[in-house]
């Protein structure tokens, strides 16, 4: 299983992407209250991350792994 994505590249998945929390906890089939709480840093279940993680990459976002230079976030081709 790859790395889960951390609440800074939610963030900036969601910014790239031009969803509003709402969006994303529509695409990802979780609350609002949920998406909020992962993007302030709290602990969610792994199975809860995995699902904000899918709905970004279905959008068209693809994460980068920390590889010295930081976890990131770029737009698919």
Request: glycine share 12%.
């Amino acid at each position: 299983m790859e790395a889960k994505i951390t609440s800074e590249q939610c963030k900036m998945a969601r910014a790239g992407l031009g969803l509003g929390v709402r969006e994303l906890a529509e695409l990802a089939k979780v609350s609002t209250n949920t998406v909020t709480r992962f993007e302030r840093g709290e602990e969610l279940k792994p199975r809860t991350i995995d699902a904000l993680q899918s709905a970004l990459e279905s959008a068209g976002v693809e994460f980068i792994p920390e590889n010295g230079g930081g976890a990131g976030v770029r737009m698919k081709r």
